[in-house]
């Protein structure tokens, strides 16, 4: 199949909706970003941070695609997942700051959100884990007779882990409902796909497990919903597995403390162009869904649910340090050793 | 009672608990179709069907994620390292998923999950399949260790640890699979974290687990030829460890001996010396001497392989360092 280079949309293929859904939803991610990245230059989010700004047409385009029992699960890029998974974003604001309001307590941090209410299995750390996790997810799934499909989100660099090439032999041999999602930005931290392994179009790499395997225009919540939504149906039929290289872009450092310098301005320049927000906007004004003062609310909208989320965590307390002791075995009564 | 092999033992708790519970499975490489690499699930496929009892590829990383995964959905799997040698490719998932998942979720995904499998030497196998990792996986929270030593303890103890809701490594032998002994009939369970004196005496302590404790009996059988009474303690778990047991046993013989066939640095024996130093110091009459595997890679030759390991002698010598009869 021909390589995809993304593009800017045409025409609408969705109803109204949908549109203003991914709007609304890619502008919080966004604003919630922005401001989460002051404040961990004002030290309030401490840790690692990685921000998804530029990339969030494919958490939102996933999303419309799947069913709320639908399993969700991604590296440390995790901020924006739980908010479109249907969170209130104080929770994973709070979650920054370290709060005990936080979706994990404050014992997960930025790289580790989860919520079971909203199934979504978490934020993982070391590149690569949650791939054989997410087809143990969709393994229970499957043993248990749910039609449920588990969503398994990765970037570039984690496909030339281990993990990887085992957890798709088994998914595609055992014919496990897991999608998988490569958010392909370009770049492993500072290394470039090109870089890392003589196959620069990742997708390829299912078809040594006979996955069915795609590229995907990633800047764009129709291209990806689309992949998304026939992807599901073929894990729902029972079909199993299959893996969508989704192009993406990512607008910001690989983390708060990278300056950028593998990668030229022009190039970010380009990719600002195809943004998924503005594409979305556009497709709305072509058909007059949105007006300028539209426009104008959703954003004060937005706007007040991120301070709300930042005034909520600021004013929650930190985790009580009786905490540590918690959370670490189901086992209450467990004798840890003190001395 | 009856009279059954290790391997049997652990087969019954596995059935029984499968029985019991359809959310357990087991996987891993050969338990089905080749009834086990060891014959623990001999006839397991047969009753409970593929669906149940899964054959894996080679991919310890893979199908040991795939089993933390299950486990946070709900599933209680039951993971089969052909040996504990090969969990090394695998341990990503068994320290960074399983044992942190409970904790950095908040207390949302607990990971009901059992690693078992053969640990330590088993006879001239070379540097790799050698390997005792049991204080490496003990040193880490959020999981339990156990390593039993005869088939009631294996037994009772897999029970518990397909119960429990946290996850469980569980540490054999390929050198005591084929060990016979007492089981009591009927369903019962052994408490993790509960150590079991297998022997009362009165002159010295000995702290050992897993199949090494095989050499502790052969030299407390020795020593009573000489009128030394050695109690001999088997901690059956070593996360949590029953400090408890030891520092009382140690109270009244004032003397401790701890055989372990892990490597001596950063070992359990170092951390029992540390914790009965701490906690009955005044009780101790001689300092507390271990017996490790020597601070090398298991070789291959045979007379490079008994020197290298625990046994009868090195403990015998160690018991009477600590009588000062030597």
């Known amino acids: 199949m021909p390589t995809v280079t993304p593009k800017k949309s045409i025409g609408t293929k969705f109803p109204k909706e949908t549109y203003l859904w991914w709007y609304e939803q890619m502008l919080l991610m966004r604003r919630f970003e922005e401001r989460a990245g002051q404040l961990y230059i004002q030290q309030k989010i401490r840790g690692f941070c990685h921000l998804y700004i530029g990339q969030e047409a494919v958490a939102a385009g996933a999303e419309t695609a799947l069913k709320k029992t639908d399993r969700v699960i991604t590296a440390y890029r995790d901020h924006a997942h739980p908010i479109v998974r249907g969170m209130h974003p104080k929770f994973v604001m709070a979650e920054l700051f370290g709060k005990a309001t936080g979706c994990s307590k404050g014992k997960g941090g930025s790289m580790h959100m989860f919520s079971k209410e909203f199934n979504f299995f978490g934020g993982h750390g070391i590149v690569g884990g949650q791939i054989p996790l997410g087809a143990g997810i969709a393994f229970a799934d499957k043993y248990n007779g749910n039609d449920s499909v588990t969503l398994c989100l990765m970037g570039d660099g984690a496909v030339r882990q281990g993990a990887l090439h085992e957890a798709f032999n088994m998914a595609m041999t055992w014919k496990l409902p897991v999608i998988y999602i490569i958010e392909n930005n370009n770049y492993a931290m500072g290394t470039s796909v090109e870089r890392t392994s003589n196959v620069h179009d990742l997708y390829k790499l299912g078809a040594a497990y006979d996955m069915p395997s795609f590229q995907v225009d990633g800047m764009r919540c129709e291209t990806v919903h689309e992949a998304v939504s026939s992807a599901a149906e073929r894990a729902r039929k029972g079909n199993g597995p299959t893996l969508l290289e989704v192009k993406t872009y990512r607008y910001r450092g690989h983390s708060m403390s990278d300056p950028g310098t593998y990668r030229s301005k022009d190039e970010v320049e380009q990719y600002k162009k195809l943004d998924p927000i503005e594409q979305v906007l556009e497709a709305m004004k072509q058909n007059k869904w949105i007006d300028d003062k539209g426009v104008e609310t959703m954003e004060s909208k937005v706007k007040m649910l991120v301070e709300e989320s930042v005034k909520f965590a600021e004013e929650s307390p930190f985790p009580d340090v009786s905490e540590i002791y918690h959370d670490v075995y189901t086992q209450t009564d467990y004798p840890y050793i003190k001395d | ?326």
């Open chain 2, 1 to 326: 009672m009856k009279t059954i092999q290790f391997r049997e033992a652990l087969r019954e708790a596995m059935t029984e608990e499968m029985r019991r519970d359809e959310r357990v499975f087991l996987m891993g490489e050969e338990v089905a179709e080749y009834n086990g690499a060891y014959k623990v699930s001999q006839g397991m496929l047969a009753e409970f069907g593929a669906k149940r009892v899964i054959d894996t590829p080679i991919a310890e990383l893979g199908f040991t994620g795939i089993g933390v995964g299950a486990a946070m959905n709900g599933l209680r799997p039951i993971i089969e390292f052909m040996t504990f040698n090969f969990s090394l490719v695998a341990i990503d998932q068994i320290i960074n998923s399983a044992s942190k998942m409970l904790n950095m979720s908040g207390g949302q995904f607990p990971v009901p999950i059992v690693f078992r499998g053969a640990t330590g030497s088993a006879g001239q196998l070379g540097a790799q399949h050698s390997n005792s990792f049991d204080s490496w996986y003990a040193n880490c929270p959020g999981l339990k260790v156990v390593v039993p030593s005869n088939p009631a303890d294996a037994k009772g103890l897999l029970k518990s640890a397909i119960r429990d809701n946290d996850p469980v490594i569980f540490m054999e032998s390929e050198q005591m699979y084929g060990d016979k002994g007492e089981v009591p009939e009927g369903e019962y369970l052994i408490p993790i974290g509960v150590a079991d004196i297998k022997r009362v005496g009165s002159d010295v302590t000995i702290v050992s687990f897993g199949k090494i404790i095989k050499e502790v009996y052969k030299a407390a059988d020795e020593l009573a030829k000489e009128n030394i009474s050695a109690e001999v303690i088997d901690l059956r778990s070593i996360r949590p460890i029953d400090y408890a047991t030891v520092i009382e046993s140690v109270k009244k013989t004032n003397r401790l001996v701890v055989v372990e066939e892990a490597w001596p640095l950063a070992a359990i024996s170092s951390e029992i010396a540390y914790y009965v130093q701490k906690n009955a110091f005044d009780y101790l009459d001689a300092p507390i001497r271990r017996v490790n595997s020597e601070d090398v890679p298991l070789s291959y030759a045979s007379t490079l392989v008994e020197p290298a390991l625990p046994n009868a002698g090195k403990v015998i010598r160690a018991v009477k360092d600590v009588l000062y009869l030597s």
